[in-house]
């Protein structure tokens, strides 16, 4: 059907499936947040808990979702009142426009920076970047009404993806993009390898602190790096669910989306970090946000051939930041949709113009700053943690394992009740708490 059809469409496969998951999963988090997170948690010490949790998330939280989608065909919105109506509990799915909403608010804030990353990419091919002040080139676009036209490009690119639908914009953009993001940090890492002391950079990257351990902050850190690193939020991975086949398997899709996901953050680790090193700037590790458009521009101006590795990594980063962006806004699209009847192209009309008007009066680093760190805290958790117990504790257990025993030769494992209902749910619960306590 058309992109104007009101019917919603389907992933072609388990490979579109899995890149479009993988795609929503990888984003400036993978980039930025996780080398800082090993500079400041104990270098390769943090990966044992952050490995932990990974395997726990995905096989309770990210199959949860999928097969929560899968089971119910639409958003959040409809999936929680499909599951209350097993219940006969009326009203209750308004409880849905939470993770609708969250994800909606979240998509808003991630386009001013992408609009970032785009004027970064320009900067790159012009060389601005490599000759003006990495401090003021950052300032200068963060201010409010400072990158208009960067932003505006950054939901042209997304939203035109979203008219196409789901097999003919969604998926073949993941299945492109996804594959270069991959080969382009490959090629990084090689150059990289190259540079002045980036052994020392391997060294601070793979020898243990084992006294991070110790410290309840780095297993608290590693559990909400695992948590976003999986885009766990109650919303697009149930909405890329919903147009999944029940021919597939969606613990061996979990698995997949995982490792892809591990192996971007390991990717973008000894990429920055040896780099970082390389050149005398380790500890701005632990300068955050700051890390990808201050620091590695300092970098790339003292590297051979700089500018070209400058338009490599900035293309990178939008390839892994559009495909993220792309699934934050289905989930409102595919609301507008299947709620209010209107079709493919309207919706995504209609969600565009909402996200241009916002985000350009949010449009100034330190008001993002603030509401992403809001809707991170107290939306994004929250939403994850109303559809965990939606499906595994509200459909019952018979339901969860007809769902996602679906396109499985083997059965569901006898452990899967004990790890969805209790220690998926609880961790989700700790991680809101933590995250509200801590801010």
Known sequence: MSPNGTAKGKFSGKVGFVLACVG??????????????????????????????????????????????????????GAFKKALQTRNIKHGHYLGAIPLIGCLLIGIGYSVIVGWVIKFIGGSITGSILNENSVEYFQNITGSFSSVPWHIIALLITFIVMFFGVSGGIEKLNKIVMPAFFI???????????????????????????????????????????????????????IYGSYLSDKEDVISSAKNIC?????????????????????????????????????MPMIFKLLPAGQFVA???????????????VNLFEAPVEFFQSHLG??????????????TCVGVLI???????IWMDILSVYVVPLGALLAGIMFFWVCGKKFVHEQVGLGRQKPVGKFFDFTTRYVFVGLILITYVVSIVFN
């Open 24 to 77: 929503s999963a990888v984003g400036m988090g993978n980039i930025w947040l996780f080398p800082y997170r090993l500079g400041q948690y104990g270098g390769s010490a943090f990966l044992i808990p952050f490995v932990i949790f990974m395997v726990i998330l995905g096989s309770s939280g990210v199959v949860g979702e999928i097969a929560f989608g899968r089971a119910m065909k639409t958003g959040p919105l």
């Open 184 to 238: 382009m940090f490959l090629l990084l890492a090689v150059f990289v390898l190259f540079t002045p002391k980036a052994l020392e950079g391997y060294a601070y990257l793979f020898t243990p602190n084992w006294e991070c351990l110790a410290d309840p902050k780095t297993w608290i850190a590693a559990l909400g790096q695992a948590f976003f690193s999986l885009s766990l939020a109650g919303s697009g991975t149930i």
């Open 259 to 295: 490792f892809f996901s591990f192996v971007a953050s390991i990717l973008a680790a000894i990429v920055i970090i040896p780099a970082v090193f390389s050149f005398g700037l380790e500890s701005e590790l632990k300068s955050g946000p700051p890390l990808m458009f201050i620091t």
């Open 311 to 325: 338009i490599i990594f900035f293309v990178a980063v939008l390839f892994a930041a559009i495909t993220s962006l």
């Open 342 to 355: 209107l079709s493919r192209g309207k919706s995504v009309a209609v969600i565009g113009a909402i996200a």
């Open 363 to 369: 449009e100034n680093a330190e008001i993002v700053g």
